[in-house]
């Protein structure tokens, strides 16, 4: 399984993007995390393989939004009210596995990456 993460730029506080996670082979639970400069990578929020479960972070509980379309083989991350603290390169990933959360251990493939800068 290959995965493509997209959408991330430049934005000012305040604003919103859309991140995408394009998987090339058939994924179960998927997630993203993020991984701010000089610190270590941390779960962002995860989504189950029927959309049922969506576990988020707190630091963007009712900012984000996690989504899938699984006939499009997609996964998106709908960013809103964007602040300093959220510029990160964000990477989505998935596991085998119908659910996953938190533990970047249970995530079997990851993505290269997007870059988010939040601008204030």
């Known amino acids: 399984v290959q995965l493509q993460a997209s959408g991330g730029g430049l934005v000012q506080a305040g604003g919103s993007l859309r991140l995408s996670c394009a998987a090339s082979g058939r994924t179960y639970a998927m997630g993203w995390f993020r991984q701010a400069l000089g610190k270590d990578r941390e779960f962002v929020a995860a989504i189950g393989w029927g959309g049922d479960s969506t576990p988020y972070a707190d630091s963007v509980k009712g900012r984000f939004t996690i989504s899938r379309d699984n006939a499009k083989s997609m996964m998106y991350l709908q960013m809103n009210n964007l602040n300093n603290e959220d510029t990160a390169v964000y990477y989505c990933?998935?596991?085998?596995?119908?659910?996953?959360?938190?533990?970047?251990?249970?995530?079997?493939?990851w993505g290269q990456g997007t870059l988010v800068t939040v601008s204030s």
């Open positions: 990933a998935a596991a085998r596995r119908l659910y996953s959360d938190s533990d970047p251990g249970e995530y079997d493939y």
